[in-house]
């Protein structure tokens, strides 16, 4: 069989998709909303706090190495992370308590504290990094 650019991109789509499902089946992510955000800090559980838009690539980038480190299992599997969307909360009050400066801003917590963050980092050891902070 002979293998045209298209088809070794059609099937190189179909084994990330599949990759990025599985990864994602193992997640944990809910919404932003500052009753949500105060009753995860009030559990004292580790999470992760994401400011994201859908436009951002370095947002885009962030998520997808959350979703790589949830495969290679504990603490990584059962991470909680709430994303927040910068465009609707960026100059809001719970914005500005955050000190929130922009998008791909990811901030860990642990026993109801920030523990570390990160701002417009996307490689997976730092993140990695900033998720064991909160272990």
């Not at 919404?31 to 947002?59: E, I, Q, R």
């Not at 609707?88 to 026993?111: C, D, E, H, N």
Request: net charge positive.
């Amino acid at each position: 069989m002979k293998y045209t650019r298209r088809v070794i991109l059609a099937l190189t789509g179909l084994i990330t998709l599949s990759f990025w499902a599985v990864a994602e089946s193992n997640a944990r992510t809910v919404g932003f909303t500052p009753a949500a955000y105060k009753s995860l800090v009030k559990s004292g559980k580790p999470f992760m706090l994401g400011v994201h838009t859908d436009w951002c690539s370095t947002c885009d980038r962030q998520k997808r190495v959350i979703g790589a480190l949830r495969t290679k299992g504990t603490p990584y599997k059962g991470l909680t992370v709430m994303e927040m969307d910068w465009d609707q909360y960026r100059g809001s009050k719970i914005g500005r308590q955050l000190r929130i400066p922009r998008r791909s801003t990811l901030i860990m917590y642990s026993k109801g504290r920030e523990v570390g963050r990160i701002i417009a980092g996307t490689s997976q050891s730092s993140i990695k990094k900033l998720i064991d902070k909160g272990y």
